[in-house]
């Protein structure tokens, strides 16, 4: 109940601060990529319960000659780039803190599909709300092997602690300033999961 407290105090004084932030962003991604302004997603919350995830958007909705959606690559402009690699992208998800949907720190929701790909242990990060920051953003991000990520996740959903959320909360301040583990090598966005080798 108190990291519920805290969640709520943390997410209500970001989004006062950053309301200037929030507006001005809203308006260049309306002229740069046209509406909608937000990413909506659905993604699996506590106990694997879909949550609709907020983020703003980063790609535009270029598409083929037979109406398919370009690649990722294709339609994340310098816009997007810049969105990602300052993480302001992820600013409406303090919308998703309010409502009980995610915590400031637990392990990242990803997608819906990846559920049915996970190993029993892989499973146990959904034992906890899933956050916009954790131990595996903090200690990789997107630089990690899927293993990796999970593992750590499942080491936080065991250890977690208040005083672990501050320290995650302070690395994760460090690491966007230094814009470290944005994007996987090589790669707009980090590749699927495609299930557990083990």
């Known amino acids: 109940m ?11 004084c970001i989004l006062c601060l950053f309301s200037p932030v929030i507006a001005l962003i809203s308006i260049l991604i309306r002229l740069k990529l046209g509406p909608p ?3 909506r997603q659905p993604r699996p919350g506590l106990h694997g ?33 810049w969105l ?50 954790g131990w595996a953003q903090v200690n990789g ?11 750590l996740d499942v080491w936080y959903v065991d250890h977690r602690t208040l005083w672990l959320d501050l320290k995650i909360l302070l690395l994760t301040v460090k690491k966007v300033i230094s814009r470290e583990g944005i994007n996987a090598q090589g790669q ?3 590749e699927k999961f495609r299930g557990s080798d083990s």
């Open 141 to 151: 991000r997107n630089n990690l092997s899927w293993e990796e990520k999970f593992k």
């Open 84 to 133: 990602r690699s300052t993480s302001l992208d992820e600013l409406p998800e303090l919308w998703n803190v309010l409502k009980g949907d995610m915590s400031l720190v637990g392990p990242r929701p990803l997608l819906m599909e990846y559920l049915p790909l996970y190993s029993q242990e892989q499973r146990r990060r959904h034992e906890v709300r899933p956050g916009i920051t």
């Open 49 to 81: 319960k879909p949550i609709l995830l907020l983020k703003f958007r980063t790609m535009c909705g270029a598409r083929d000659a037979n109406n398919r959606l370009l690649s990722d690559d294709e339609r994340l402009d310098s816009f997007g780039l």
């Open 2 to 12: 108190f990291k519920r407290l805290v969640d709520i105090i943390f997410a209500l």
């Open 188 to 190: 707009a966005t980090c």
């Open 37 to 39: 302004i937000l990413f």
